[in-house]
């Protein structure tokens, strides 16, 4: 049984692993998957071997390749026992993932924009609120044009002009 490791990341992946009957002090083996690329491990082993394998890997988001359609998050990593892992999979789970990515990066904004917006209304070290604070995130466009907002966070208090002259510190 052979098993095939698929690489759907946007850079190359170095797999480490070691065989059942390999040295545990010994170094470990290591293959170099391409972007958008499958490799096959080397050699015939058995089912019990490949999963032991292959299942240390499992909980850093390895997904078996027949799986895929109920991905529900980001699939770096494929994996398949005994059948190379098909083109249209592969392709498949790279555009799922540009979608995916980019609805993390919206969450991501919108998360900095409401903390920037939480840091802009607490007071600053001299006890004075901001007059006004403003943040926007905009996306940028092939052709390098800002889209409209995709977040918007305000903060527009009313604080006190501060009074010339020199403070006097306490």
């Known amino acids: 049984m052979r098993l095939f490791l698929g690489n759907s990341t946007k850079q190359h992946f170095d797999f480490h692993y070691r065989l059942p009957e390999d040295d545990p002090k010994a170094v470990h083996r290591r293959l170099t998957i391409p972007v958008g690329t499958q490799i096959c491990l080397p050699g015939e082993h058995s089912r019990e071997v490949l999963e ?3 299942g240390p890997s499992l909980r850093y ?3 078996e390749s ?3 359609s109920r991905a529900k998050t980001f699939v770096g ?3 398949s026992f005994d059948k190379p892992i098909t083109e249209n999979a592969l392709s498949y789970v790279i ?7 980019d609805d993390m990066a919206l969450e991501e904004y919108k998360r900095a924009a409401v903390a920037a917006s939480k840091m802009g209304a607490d007071e600053n ?7 006004q604070f403003d943040a926007e ?3 940028i466009d092939a ?3 800002k889209t409209s907002p995709l977040v918007k966070a305000e903060v527009r208090n009313a604080a006190p002009v501060p009074k010339s002259g020199r403070r006097k510190v306490a």
Do not use: C, F
């Open 137 to 139: 995130v905009h996306q």
């Open 95 to 101: 555009e799922a993932n540009d979608g995916k990515l």
């Open 66 to 68: 027949n799986a895929i």
């Open 52 to 54: 032991s394998i292959i």
């Open 125 to 131: 070290v001299w006890g004075e609120k901001p007059r």
């Open 61 to 63: 988001g390895w997904m």
């Open 143 to 145: 052709t390098g044009r």
């Open 77 to 79: 990593l494929l994996y």
